[in-house]
């Protein structure tokens, strides 16, 4: 079966860092797309970043130039490095990877920045 487990999550402070890892099984991790989406309280889940099996990266411009997405193919893992995080990053962060045309989601961690 398709496994996404997200870890990482916490609270940070406005300014500060945190760093998202989501473990993979079940899909040939290589050749799929990997992505991040968010979801802010009383929000719908949005996308934030997105990276491709050749390393090809898209952010959403609410994330772009402090978020960084990357990928560790011989450990099934992709990350989500989030800089100069501020009070409206707050909200839960999901993995989702696409494999064989279908989305497959992790639990999500929470992720919560304030003073």
């Known amino acids: 079966q398709v496994q996404l487990v997200e870890s990482g999550g916490g609270l940070a402070h406005p300014g500060g860092s945190l760093r998202l890892s989501c473990a993979a099984s079940?899909?040939?991790?290589?050749?799929?797309?990997m992505a991040w989406y968010r979801q802010a309280p009383g929000k719908q889940r949005e996308w934030s970043a997105i990276?491709?099996?050749?390393?090809?990266?898209t952010y959403a411009d609410s994330v772009k130039g402090r978020f960084t997405i990357s990928r560790d193919d011989a450990k099934n893992t992709v990350f989500l490095q989030m800089n100069s995080l501020n009070p409206e990053d707050t909200g839960v962060y999901y993995c989702?990877?696409?494999?064989?045309?279908?989305?497959?989601w992790g639990q999500g961690t929470q992720v919560t920045v304030s003073s």
């Open positions: 989702n990877a696409r494999y064989w045309s279908k989305n497959f």
């Open positions: 990276i491709t099996p050749d390393n090809t990266t």
């Open positions: 079940g899909i040939v991790f290589k050749i799929s797309d």
